[in-house]
């Protein structure tokens, strides 16, 4: 299977500053996952749309823009939402996965997709006035079920959409995740791998925590047993 280069699944508040922080620094191939249609409330802090932009797709506005910049880019789009039954055949054959979607359960997918396939994961997150990211090489580093093996119900989590988002958190969270989507892609040793990285909003401030593989979690379990 030919590799594809990197996939962003979800084009928003994380994706699309990464998609053009990649773009620009000249990786040559792009795959951008994402159902929603551009909206009036996405422009502060999505920098690849604009006014015209709004009711068009994300993944055909996001293409359009990086093209205008980089006319040699390849970009696969794909106006779907990523879920467990389509999972392989969106992913497969991608050398990383770069997670920008919203939610934890939506994350957990991908996390058990990404082990399953054996494809790095650069999971990124923000709600609020924080933000979080740190890579995931399937069988040999910590995943996100290695810190959270029961999700916690959905009714429980805050979404960015309830808890609001700060536009500059989630800016610095989607472009750290594409400096590791570029280290992975260069063949180089990611910096966050079993090293969370939590960005403090409000007082400006980064820390690192370190993280083990849980010998008890259920997807790293799953994962070892399609050896
Ligand atoms: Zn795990």
């Given amino acids: 299977m030919t590799t594809r280069g990197a996939v962003i699944v979800g084009v928003g508040g994380l994706g699309s500053p990464a998609a053009a922080a990649l773009a620009a620094a000249g990786v040559p191939a792009l795959t951008l996952v994402d159902d929603d249609v551009v909206e009036t409330s996405n422009l502060p802090r999505q920098p690849l749309y604009a006014v015209d932009d709004v009711g068009t797709p994300k993944v055909e506005a996001a293409a359009r823009r990086l093209r205008t910049r980089r006319p040699d880019l390849r970009i696969t789009t794909v106006r779907s939402r990523v879920a467990a039954a389509n999972a392989r055949e969106i992913l497969a054959g991608h050398a990383v996965i770069l997670d920008g979607t919203d939610g934890l359960p939506s994350k957990s997918m991908l996390n058990d997709a990404a082990l399953s396939l054996d494809i790095p994961l650069v999971h990124a997150g923000a709600v609020g006035l924080d933000g979080q990211l740190f890579t995931i090489l399937p069988r040999r580093t910590a995943c996100l079920r290695c810190l959270f093996p029961e999700l916690p119900h959905e009714d429980d989590l805050p979404t960015c959409q309830q808890s609001g ?12 995740a594409a400096g590791e989507v ?8 990611p910096e966050l791998a079993n090293r969370l990285a939590i960005l403090d909003g409000a007082r400006v401030r980064w820390r690192v925590v370190e993280l083990r593989p849980n010998p008890r979690c259920p997807a790293c379990d799953a994962a070892r047993g399609t050896c």
């Avoid at 988002?165 to 750290?176: H, M, R, S, T």
């Fill in 165 to 176: 988002i700060l536009g500059p958190v989630v800016g610095a969270i989607g472009l750290a």
């Fill in 182 to 189: 570029s280290r992975i892609l260069d063949g180089d040793a």
